[in-house]
């Protein structure tokens, strides 16, 4: 068998030996959920906090919200 059949035998072995099947399965929407508040504890939050509830909000309604 000549050199370049035996590397072209190698390389094959190891492209196809590297192919992976990993399934990934996003199970947030199982265990997270918008985050509430009342009125009172509005009142007394910072405008930076209401803004990341607001915007975990919007991400909960883009990725779990509308199924």
Same mark, same amino acid.
């Given at each position: 068998m000549?050199?370049?059949?035996?590397?072209? &035998?190698?390389?094959?072995?190891? &492209?196809? #030996?590297?192919?992976?099947?990993?399934v990934? &399965?996003?199970?947030?929407?199982?265990w997270?959920?918008p &985050?509430?508040?009342?009125?009172?504890?509005?009142k007394?939050?910072?405008?930076?906090t209401?803004?990341?509830?607001?915007?975990?909000?919007d991400?909960?309604?883009?990725k779990? #919200?509308?199924?």
């Amino acid at each position: 068998m000549s050199k370049f059949k035996c590397l072209l &035998i190698l390389m094959t072995i190891l &492209i196809v #030996g590297c192919k992976s099947t990993t399934v990934v &399965i996003d199970t947030a929407c199982a265990w997270t959920k918008p &985050i509430t508040t009342t009125a009172a504890e509005r009142k007394v939050m910072t405008r930076q906090t209401k803004e990341e509830i607001a915007t975990h909000n919007d991400m909960w309604d883009y990725k779990c #919200g509308k199924r």
